[in-house]
């Protein structure tokens, strides 16, 4: 039991380092070097193909249409959050921008309530109201150098926010129905993939004269993003989701904010860092009031007649 515990807490503690790292560095290529974000984009859905090798080995890939379904579903809500994040990122900075990317639990959750007529609990309620009070904090202009925090990133953001809170949706119902970590990671390679052809013609072409710097940088970051998400499935494989899932949904985004204003030398203002607060506080409530609510079923599953079911992650 001890190894075990031991084990998720490595892979958790990679995951919010390689994702904070990630985060903070992600903008790189488009800003330092003018890379166009779709090819960004292409570089990243290549690099997917490394974790999904090691996260379908020694796993039956599972051929069932529903599983097809709700991996597809979940790759294409993921991958079209990435392809607008790298918009996102050379519009705005990288410690609003994530804040605001972090409030998907918040969508996780009204999903569930709304299709699957799960109950609200109190936490979650406090924790929509805090995300809403982040966004209206962060949608102020003048949240750090005066620069690029007042742009189109906040649309943007809000978006990726609902694509990556369906996402973790549907990754949920594909849990329940019986599909492996492997197999719905394998689709979410393959949903990347699908998309190259949609970020190449909004590139319009090949870009000319880039150094050989912007494509290494972007590989070298990306890497960090696609290992993550394999850290995050192989955490969740090992340890309770109600611990895991706080950890990776607050403090991933926190060493982000905090590296991006070590490295752009910038502050956000008074209502920036406020919001910034509210959204890790209230996307924090919002996985621990979800992941407690599936602990008190299993808990009432396991006092019922029948055998209780083995918990899947979420």
Known sequence: M???????????????????????????????????????????????????????RGNRFDRRPVAAVYGLLAGLTGAGGQLLLFQALSDGPAYLIFPVVSLSPVITVLMAVVLL???????????????????????????????????PWLPLAIVICVAWGAQAFFMRKAALLGVNDGTTFGWMTISGLLLVPVAWAMMGGLPGGVP????????????????????????????????????????????????????????????GAVGIVLALAGSTLMVYSDERRGDDATASGAGAVSPPREATAP
Do not use: C
């Open 2 to 56: 001890i190894a075990v515990k031991k084990n998720w807490m490595i892979y958790a503690t990679l995951l919010v380092v390689f994702w904070g790292v990630w985060g903070a560095f992600s903008s790189l290529p488009t800003s330092l070097y003018g890379y166009p974000n779709e090819m960004v984009y292409i570089i990243w859905s290549f690099t997917m193909l490394i974790p999904a090798y090691f996260a379908l």
């Open 117 to 151: 007529r799960e109950r609200i609990q109190r936490l979650a309620v406090v924790g929509v109201v805090a995300a809403l009070a982040a966004i209206v904090l962060l949608s102020i202009p003048g949240g750090g150098d005066g620069s690029n925090t007042d742009g």
């Open 212 to 271: 050989w710097q912007a494509p290494a940088l972007t590989a070298v970051t990306q890497v960090l993003n696609a290992a993550g998400a394999l850290f995050l499935v192989m955490a969740l494989s090992r340890g309770k989701a109600a611990v895991v899932a706080p950890v990776t949904n607050a403090l991933a985004p926190v060493l982000t904010i905090v590296l991006s204003l070590a490295i752009y030398q910038t502050l956000p203002s008074l209502y």
